[in-house]
């Protein structure tokens, strides 16, 4: 079953609620990179929204997904905790990886979302291996990579969705298309136009579909998982979408007008579904008002969750790179004990 | 197009730092040889996401100054097959991470084409790199890995620590014949020193620095150790004489010049940011040994990574990646 159902009232207003918590945790966590309060690299997904929810919309708890470097909208969509994804952001000990993995690296295996990447490509192997568990176990659980049109040139991309559809695997590659991989256009990056048409070459269905619009992506990935689930293998799709911010946070973007931007606003994936809900009945323009302050309270709370939380202890440094604890490494960490301060030199 | 790096001197110097330091190498070589080229992501147009080949795309266009797709396995292995066939390619892998991506054409093509052809053929690649935890990145972007390729039978690796060194080490990786991995560390783009202006100064891989003189101990340092390692020294002036070498080469590496170090301090501290079991550490440790055990007068220490990953937040990042603090502790133990 899928998790939320694009059929009912409550499935399309939990749809819209996802994209527009999707864009208020991203818009705040640029504005705290930009205050210095997140470090490292801040991937973001505002404009892209229709595509995580469309797609998580259509898939069952129990599936798994991969993610990328732009994570943030898919752990939304997946049904992760704001709060604990924005400390992970700050480097909290709460945070989903203890404050190890930060915004590229986000990750829930409880809710079957198997992280965050920040190699390009990374995901979609993984996503086949998840499937293969699946087939192996006989689950009836599916993996769906979200992937972006950048990371089908990559080599193990290809691999992965070869060894899928040669298996019938039950997987969907999702292909993230915002017409750029960080400062090149696709088209300096590919030889065929819409990259569904690699389908082909697998011998397995391959779609592009609107990825302005959550219903088309949701009717799509519904339809995928059905045949992986039929033991019918993979399916590929490829969403259109764009970014509206820069590649990560601090891009000069010397590469595209501001007038391109304005150009894919106009048909804004939140904007546009919450007309159709308002036109349709499913909500109020004051109902839409009051999801987006409940919406901008929630992530308030969540930035001061975030602040409010611990940030680890450096001999917490030492934690989790073995389920079977290595003297190596315990004599690092005792070293830390002994001197009380940075102390790794032998 | 010239085969051995040949040293020539300059009176002459003008401050760069690191990042200005490794493009005008990129340039001059460029200038010079019309076989060179530059490819990777990002690195045309948009100048490279770090900023160090900016302004090359509009000097030289987009045939010598390539932009790539996403396919590190891919343009890796065309640089090895362009070195193969007469082209000098300089390929930038933007994080050392990345290299994973690219493994097979590294370790089955490119370092050993030239040996199992019998000599046959000349491997005219430079593999251009940023290293190094600091930035908040974590783990996927923030590694050490180079002590995989100076180990690695066939391949050429160095790591300078001053933008001098970026100059001239460039330079002669470019010249070279041989495949050369060139690291750099992200935390250094912004350091400045004094850079020879002659577009002959080149500086021999396989010869390491004595940056400071010292009496007590040596420390050996790679990257950004150098420069920290060198603050360490002059704070500890008076106190404790350190000496401070950049090692430069990891590979090949010069023994003489460490050993002929400890012979007079008698103690070293050997201060690299790769991960400490089985590395960089362990290699010139076990070369004193080798050569110098009579002169040793104290254990040998090593500051590294203490074989983690980097890790995310800023308490733990700081925990594991050794800095001048590091470096002092491990002089204390010894003096
Ligand atoms: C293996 C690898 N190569 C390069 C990078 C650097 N990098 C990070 S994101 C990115 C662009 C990715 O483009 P795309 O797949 O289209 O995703 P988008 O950023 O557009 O969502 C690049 C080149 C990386 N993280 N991993
Ligand atoms: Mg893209």
Redesign the interface.
């Known amino acids: 079953m899928s998790s939320i159902s694009i059929e009912d009232t409550d499935g399309r207003r939990e749809i819209l609620r996802r994209m527009l918590t999707i864009r208020e945790f991203d818009s705040t966590a640029g504005d705290l990179f930009a205050d210095g309060e997140i470090?490292?690299?801040v991937h973001l997904y505002i404009g892209e929204e229709a595509v995580a929810v469309g797609a998580c919309a259509a898939l069952d708890e129990e599936d798994y997904i991969t993610s990328t470097h732009r994570g943030h909208g898919h752990c939304i969509a997946k049904g992760l905790d704001p709060n604990r994804m924005m400390a992970e952001l700050f480097?909290?000990r709460d945070g989903y990886?203890n404050?190890?993995?930060?915004s590229?690296?986000i990750a829930d295996v409880e809710a079957n979302m198997l992280g965050a990447?920040?190699?390009?490509?990374a995901g979609p192997p993984l996503a086949t291996g998840a499937a293969l568990t699946s087939q192996f176990k006989g689950e009836d659980r599916i993996a769906l990579a979200f992937l972006g049109d950048?990371?089908v040139?990559?080599?193990?991309v290809h691999e992965a969705i070869n060894l899928a559809a040669t298996w019938d695997l039950p997987a969907v590659f999702l292909v993230e298309n915002n017409h750029f991989?960080?400062?090149?256009p696709a088209d300096?990056?590919?030889n065929i136009e819409n990259l569904s048409e690699t389908a082909e070459s697998y011998n397995i269905p391959g779609f592009t579909v609107d990825g302005m619009d959550v219903t088309a992506v949701n009717e799509a990935v519904a339809e995928a998982r059905e045949r992986a689930r039929n033991g019918e293998g993979p399916t590929l799709i490829e969403a259109d979408t764009y970014r509206y911010r820069g590649h990560f946070e601090g891009d000069p973007e010397?590469?595209r007008d501001e007038e391109d931007v304005k150009h894919w606003q106009e048909r804004d994936p939140i904007d546009t579904f919450a007309e159709r809900l308002i036109d349709r009945g499913d909500l109020t323009e004051a109902e839409l008002e009051e999801m987006r302050s409940e919406i901008a309270a929630e992530i308030e709370a969540a930035v001061e969750y975030a602040r409010d939380a611990d940030?680890?202890?450096?001999?917490?440094?030492?934690d989790d790179?073995f389920g079977e604890p290595?003297p190596?490494?315990e004599e690092?960490?005792s070293r830390?004990r002994a001197?009380g301060?940075?102390?790794?030199?032998? | 197009m010239s085969t051995q790096p040949e040293t020539a001197s300059s009176d002459r110097t003008e401050t760069l730092t690191v990042r200005e330091a490794i493009r005008a190498a990129l340039r001059e070589e460029m200038e010079q040889d019309e076989d060179v080229f530059v490819m990777g992501?990002?690195v045309g147009?948009?100048g490279g996401?770090l900023d160090v080949t900016d302004g090359l795309f509009e000097q030289f266009g987009g045939e010598r100054v390539r932009?790539t797709?996403?396919?590190?396995?891919?343009f890796v292995g065309a640089g090895v097959g362009a070195a193969a066939t007469g082209s000098r390619p300089v390929v930038e892998v933007m994080f050392s991470?990345?290299l994973?991506?690219s493994g097979e054409q590294i370790m089955n093509q490119m370092a050993k084409m030239r040996y199992m052809f019998g000599g046959k053929i000349e491997m005219p690649v430079t593999i251009r790199t940023t290293e190094g935890g600091g930035?908040?990145?974590?783990?996927?972007?923030s590694g050490t890995p180079h002590t995989w390729f100076a180990h690695f039978p066939g391949l050429k690796a160095v790591t300078p620590g001053t933008p001098a060194a970026a100059k001239g080490l460039l330079k002669s990786a470019i010249r070279s014949n041989d495949p050369v991995f060139f690291f750099e560390n992200k935390m250094m783009y912004e350091q400045s020193g004094e850079v020879p202006t002659d577009p002959g100064y080149t500086l021999p891989i396989g010869e390491a620095s004595v940056e400071r003189e010292g009496e007590d101990v040596t420390v050996v340092a790679t990257q950004r150790l150098v420069g920290e390692s060198l603050d360490v020294a002059e704070d500890l002036a008076g106190e404790t004489s350190v000496e401070v070498i950049d090692v430069r080469s990891l590979y090949p590496l010069d023994t003489d010049t460490l050993a002929d170090s400890i012979r007079k301090t008698g103690r070293m501290?050997v201060a690299d940011e790769s991960p400490?079991?089985y590395g960089v550490h362990a290699e010139i440790v076990t070369r004193m040994v080798e050569n110098e055990f009579f002169s040793l007068d104290a254990p040998l220490?090593?500051?590294?990574?203490?074989?983690?990953?980097i890790?995310?937040?800023?308490?733990?990042?700081?925990?594991?990646v050794?800095?001048g603090?590091?470096?002092r502790?491990?002089i204390s133990?010894v003096v």
């Open positions: 470090p490292g690299f480097g909290r990886c404050g190890k993995g930060g590229m690296h990447n920040g190699i390009v490509g950048g990371a040139a990559q080599g193990q991989g960080e400062g090149t300096e990056q590919h010397p590469y940030l680890p202890d450096p001999s917490e440094a030492y790179m290595v190596e490494i690092f960490a830390l001197d301060a940075g102390g790794d030199s032998r | 992501e990002d147009k948009f996401v932009d797709p996403i396919s590190e396995a891919g991470d990345f994973g991506v930035m908040g990145a974590a783990s996927q972007h501290v400490i079991s220490q090593r500051v590294g990574v203490p074989d983690t990953h890790p995310f937040s800023s308490p733990l990042e700081d925990e594991v050794p800095d603090d590091d470096v502790d491990a133990q």
